[in-house]
């Protein structure tokens, strides 16, 4: 049978919502009475070898969806980026989308609209009109610069975003 490497990833989306269910705080695992005067019968029934059973399928059936995906991602060549595999697309999308949050960090610090590279602004002192100083604000670096390496990084992330998820809707896998 052959599937492709999205199909997969939403059935271990799957598998982890049924393993979250399973733990044992969802369940009454006690009941309580006092002698004498019968049992209370739990909410919900608890039966922890049919549990346990039920995990340990869910957990090998995870093991092996992951250790397949692993070799695909591993192994497969990015569609239209063909020098990545699919496991040095995910590197690099993760190294540029944090290399655009370094960016992006430099230039909200400062208005977004400024396009001058020294911005000088006077202050009247006391409220007085006849005492002004002003204020030199001189950015180290081209804001121009900054914004347009960020606006190549973003086109750069889309397309390897796309890359990776092409790959991963297209090419299917033999299990």
Avoid: W
Avoid at 100 to 113: A, G, K, T, V, W
Avoid at 161 to 173: L, V
């Amino acid at each position: 049978m052959k599937r492709c490497p999205a199909e997969m990833m939403k059935e271990l989306k799957a598998i982890k919502a049924e393993l979250d269910e399973l733990s044992f705080h969802n369940y009454e695992t006690t009941i309580s009475y006092y002698e004498g005067e019968g049992e209370v019968a739990p909410e919900r029934h608890f039966d922890y070898d049919d549990i346990e059973s039920r995990y340990t399928e869910l957990r090998k059936r995870e093991l092996r969806l992951r250790g397949i995906l692993q070799r695909f991602n591993a192994t497969t060549p990015l569609i239209g980026m063909e020098e990545y595999t699919v496991s040095e697309g995910l590197i690099i999308l993760g190294q540029r989308k944090n290399d655009l949050l370094r960016l992006q960090s430099l230039i909200s610090s400062y208005r977004m609209d400024c396009k001058k590279q020294i911005t000088k602004t006077v202050e009247i002192l006391e409220g007085n009109p006849s005492i002004k100083r002003t204020h030199v604000v001189e950015h180290l670096f081209s804001i121009a610069k900054v914004k347009q390496d960020i606006k190549a990084l973003q086109h750069e992330v889309s397309e390897i975003q796309i890359a990776i998820d092409r790959t991963n809707m297209i090419t299917t896998i033999e299990m």
